[in-house]
């Protein structure tokens, strides 16, 4: 157990539909990620919040959409998926220590979603 | 962006030592080294983090040269669940963007 829940854990969605991952961490940490792993491919940043405030990452398509509440949950928007998006969609949490110091910050992931879209 | 180079892939007995060697030559003075350990259709779990000469813990340990353009993780006497893909991760000073390379996909065998 990392401290790092997602949910659901498989989820199969038409391209019209429209659903949400969650994530929630435990661990009092202040930055949350989302990551995406295709088949057989590295893993991709999608979106970092630091401070519940997002670092924007410009090559993500529209149709996801993320969301941080408040410091503890993590949120993906899904929506007119294509059957490319299928993949395991990884959540994970660091306590930023960057505050013009060394850069150490430790990852820890949620075990995923493996999202599958017909 | 301090880009990451493994072996795509690596073999290895068991209770063998496996050393898997990472590139990073364009680290900067602030970044740290991360290992990764990540089993299928999970997430990735921390291994082991340095910044210079070595580092151990119960399950691995760390070699930085001097220069910081490598690094090494070694894995002493591995066994059978030790088949995983291990990542090395230079934090980027450029904010969060922590960005993973490809890997290297060890397998170990009988």
């Not at chain 1, 989820?11 to 930055?31: D, F, I, P, R």
């Not at chain 1, 408040?70 to 930023?96: G, I, K, M, R, V």
């Not at chain 2, 963007?97 to 065998?109: E, H, P, Y």
Request: net charge neutral; hydrophobic share 30%; proline share 5%.
């Amino acid at each position: 157990e990392t401290g790092v829940t997602q949910t659901p854990r498989h989820l199969v969605m038409g391209m019209t539909n429209k659903k949400s991952l969650k994530c929630e961490q435990h661990l009092g940490h202040n930055a949350m990620y989302w990551y995406k792993q295709s088949a057989k491919k590295p893993l991709e940043l999608m979106f970092v919040y630091s401070l519940e405030e997002r670092v924007e990452n410009n090559s993500v398509p529209s149709r996801f959409s993320p969301e941080c509440p408040n410091s503890s949950h993590l949120f993906l928007h899904l929506h007119t998926l294509q059957p490319e998006d299928s993949a395991l969609y990884l959540c994970a949490s660091s306590q930023d220590s960057d505050r013009g110091g060394a850069t150490n910050e430790k990852l820890f992931f949620g075990s995923g979603t493996q999202l599958s879209v017909l | 962006l301090a880009k990451t180079t493994q072996p795509i892939s690596m073999d290895s007995y068991e209770g063998q030592e496996v050393n898997i060697t990472c590139s990073h030559n364009n680290i900067a003075t602030n970044d740290y080294i991360t290992w990764y350990q990540q089993f299928p259709s999970q997430g990735p779990r921390f291994i082991i983090q340095g910044y210079k000469t070595k580092v151990t813990n119960e399950v691995a340990s760390l070699f930085i040269p001097a220069d910081r353009k490598s690094s090494t993780l070694s894995l002493p006497r591995v066994s059978l669940s030790d088949t995983a893909v291990y990542y090395c991760l230079v934090s980027n000073n450029a904010g969060n963007m922590l960005t993973f390379g490809g890997g290297t996909r060890l397998m170990v065998k009988p």
